[in-house]
Structures are given as C-alpha cells and as structure tokens.
C-alpha cells in the first residue's frame, strides 16, 4: 500500500497541478493571471516526463568512472526544448495582454467581451 | 532522505498553486510563481535531471518573471474580483472530474511505478543514447561523440533537428512581440493618441522595454 503510494505519488501531484493550472485558465478573468496558470500546467507535464525518466538507484546522465545506473536522458532533453519554448510563447502572449491593455484599457476578459458587444 | 524531500517539495508546489489561484494582487501572484519555479528547479535536482534544474532556474524563475513584472508595469497591479461567483462551479465541475478520471487511470496495474526501471519509456533509445555518449572500450563505434553529459550530446547531436526548430520557435516569438509592441504602431499612436489617452503614454515606455526582454530570450536559448 505504501509502496504503490509512493509509485504514484509523483503522478498524482502532477494531475493535481495540471487541473489547478486549468481552472485558473478556465475561471479567472484576468489575463495575466491566465497566463501564469497557463505556465502552471505546462510545469506540471515538465514534472510528469521527469518524473517518467527517474530510475531508481541512478543518478544524474553524466558518463562516470564507477557509475552503471542513469536516469533516462531523453526526457531531459525534450524537457529542456519546452522550457525555452515555453518562455517564448509566455513572452509572447504578455506582449498580446499589453497591446490589449492599450487598446481597451482594461486587461479583464468579460470587459473587453462587454466592450467588443456594445460596439 | 531524498524520498521525504521529494514528497513534501511536490506538496509545497500544490499549496503554491491554490495560493496563485486564490490572490487578486498580481505582483503576489508574480513572485509565488517565481518560488514554484525554483521550487521546482529542485525537485528537478532531486530527480536527476540537472540540466533541466539550470534551465528551470534561469529562464523559468529568472526571464520569466522579469516578463511577467515588465507586464505588470505596463497593464494592471490587481485583478478585479469576479462578479459573478457562480460562473466558476462549471470550471471546477470539470476540472474535478478530470482529475478523477486521470488518478484512475494511474490506478491500472500496467502504469510504470516512479522510478521503476524496468518501464518501457527506459526500453529503447536511452541506453543506445548513454552507451554511444563517450567513447566505448574495445568497440569504436563512429558514433560515439566523447562528452560525458548525455543531455549535451542528445541534444546536440541526435536532436539537433529539435533545437533548431526551438531557435525558429525562439525568432518567430521575438519578432511577434516587436510587432505587437515595438516600431511604427507606437509612434503613430504617439502622433494621433487612441480614444482611451490614458493608456497610450503606457505603451510607447512598452516599446523601449520589449526589445531587452526578446533580446533576453535569445540569450537564455
């Protein structure tokens, strides 16, 4: 029982942040708060690959006198790729909020949807 | 040791998110995410991958929230409370029910225990990777490539193709934000103010500081 707690644990803290970075998403009006539960959920699926690539009694993938068993660095590659493309579409959806902000005046969803219906 | 560590650093990330979930103030909520990513730069430490850790902690906790603080700047300090508190039961609704139904599917037996090494994400690829990373004993094989750090070495030479998609990536979202922001637009807005004036005198400082935050990006790649 234990045992399998500890199996899953990772996971089951990865889905809890996946759903919290969804609900901010889906729930909050503010649009750079949609965007930091936007980067929340994609943290949670950089956990997840990790988390996959851990083996147990290994250690980190750098070539070692001594050493038999690594941690599978592929994940950690892909990982690193999605990091930096991450920041690069997080870069670019603030410039969006900030032309918004411009040219409404408000960084609230339901205004701006308010604004778009009244004209 | 690592085991206990490993638990309540991954609780402290679920406390984090309830907290940016639930405060208005968006300098707060800025800061906290910049805490979630270091907190989870180290449990990136803790599961072995320590490149991912370096790149968690520059561009995740570092370039990031520089981003998120140059937006605030320029846009709101606080979010406006909701108005209607009912319209968020749908969200939790299905956010609930997903998560449930994701915990199940972890439940099945065939679903790889966390560092079991026998699962078969660790089957195929990883140890041609790990074996051909630095130069093998008795058998020279042409690929082997003589650095110790595999990520290095997948990265640079097996994924090659992968990071190069990731500068095209990198180049496209720098020069989206330079159009959103930078250029013409703001000095002809400057010339004619919009019908809202008090938010164009905001965007013509958001040219000056975009550039350093897209020039910032590249050097993170």
Sequence with gaps: MWESFLGLYNYWIVILLMMAGFYIVMSRHNLVKKLIGLSIFQSSVFLFYISVGKVADGTAPIIEEGISSYSNPLPHVLILTAIVVGVATTSLGLALVVRLKEAYGTIEEDEINEMDAAD | ?221
């Design chain 2, 1 to 221: 040791m690592i085991t206990a560590t490993n638990l309540v650093l991954l609780a402290f990330l679920v406390v984090l998110a309830w907290a940016i979930a639930r405060i208005r103030n968006l300098f707060v909520v800025t800061m906290l995410a910049g805490i979630y990513s270091l907190l989870t730069a180290t449990v990136f430490v803790l599961l072995d991958a320590v490149d991912v850790a370096f790149t968690e902690a520059a561009v995740g906790a570092g370039i990031t929230t520089v981003l998120f603080l140059g937006a605030l700047l320029l846009t709101d300090r606080e979010a406006k409370p909701r108005k209607n508190r009912m319209a968020s039961l749908g969200p939790m609704l299905l956010v609930v029910l997903l998560g449930v139904a994701l915990v199940y599917t972890t439940l099945d037996p065939r679903m790889p225990h966390y560092g079991d090494a026998k699962a078969p994400a660790h089957g195929r690829l990883a140890p041609e990777f790990l074996a051909d990373s630095v130069k093998q004993v008795g058998a020279e094989k042409p690929t082997a490539i003589h650095v110790p750090n595999v990520v290095t070495t997948t990265l640079a030479s097996y994924r090659g193709f992968d990071t190069l998609g990731e500068v095209v990536v990198i180049f496209t979202a720098g020069v989206g934000v330079l159009i959103l922001l930078g250029g013409n637009g703001i000095r002809r807005r400057r010339r004619n103010p919009a019908p809202h004036a008090d938010s164009s005198g905001a965007g013509s400082s958001g040219a000056g500081s975009s550039s350093p935050g897209s020039s910032g990006n590249g050097a993170g790649a």
